[in-house]
């Protein structure tokens, strides 16, 4: 079975403060993605990685960066959280092809103070 | 521009009682639609992929159909524990292995 895990379930932080989120995924998969979702919004791309140290800009970067040291981890940082990154934020691996689903983590709620 | 439309938005349904959902697609190259169960506080569960017109899946009380231009999440003889947020999501050619998600439908059953 598919297993995409996120270090932490809630998590609450204060503006300013360097948010990182953690993310493993155990089935040895190329890609990995990070979402935030938001009622009304649906699920937008962060930024994704294609494999070991590469990355790419998705939709929303902005006050987002991420790393990937080792295939089955993928970071995101919030450099200096603000009240508006307060959100639900969801990571998902695939493998190989494009056309192949995406595996999703159970999330890790995100509060800004 | 690529977009992804679900209908309804909320759907109630009583015990037994069979629905469908829809979600309507415009996408330059469909490469493959997606099918997500979201419980609350938790990830989107993959349900299905469906590539091609005229394809279908099926699990358990479950079955996915895809035309041109939209696809039917169909629910037969629903229970209580099917009540959860069904997402859709397209993947075209030129969006360059990004998914694009619909907005959700939140299926309530009661028994």
């Known amino acids: 079975d598919v297993k995409v895990t996120q270090s932490s379930r809630y998590l609450v932080k204060r503006t300013g403060e360097k948010v990182f989120l953690e993310c493993v995924q155990d089935?040895?998969?190329?890609?990995m993605f990070w979402y935030r979702q938001d009622p009304g919004l649906g699920l937008r791309l962060i930024y994704f990685s294609y494999d070991v140290k590469m990355k790419e800009k998705g939709d929303i970067p902005e006050g987002y960066s991420v790393s990937r040291e080792k295939k089955e981890r993928f970071s995101l940082i919030l450099e200096s959280a603000s009240t508006n990154q307060t959100s639900m934020y969801l990571c998902a691996s695939r493998e190989g092809g494009r056309d192949q689903p995406q595996h999703f983590g159970d999330g890790t709620r995100l509060s800004i103070l | 521009e690529d977009q992804v439309t679900q209908s309804p938005e909320a759907l109630r349904l009583q015990e037994g009682e069979s629905s469908s959902l829809n979600c309507s697609y415009t996408?330059?190259?469909?490469?493959?639609l997606f099918w997500y169960r979201q419980d609350p506080g938790k990830g989107p569960e993959f349900l299905f992929t469906l590539y091609s017109a005229g394809e279908e899946k099926e699990k358990e009380r479950l079955k996915a159909t895809l035309t041109k231009k939209e696809s039917f999440l169909h629910i037969t003889a629903p229970k209580p524990e099917d009540s959860a947020t069904y997402l859709c999501?397209?993947?075209?050619?030129?969006?360059?292995?990004?998914?694009?998600f619909g907005q959700g439908t939140e299926l309530s059953v009661k028994p």
């Open positions: 996408v330059s190259g469909l490469r493959g």
């Open positions: 089935m040895d998969h190329e890609n």
């Open positions: 999501a397209v993947l075209g050619y030129n969006q360059g292995g990004k998914l694009i």
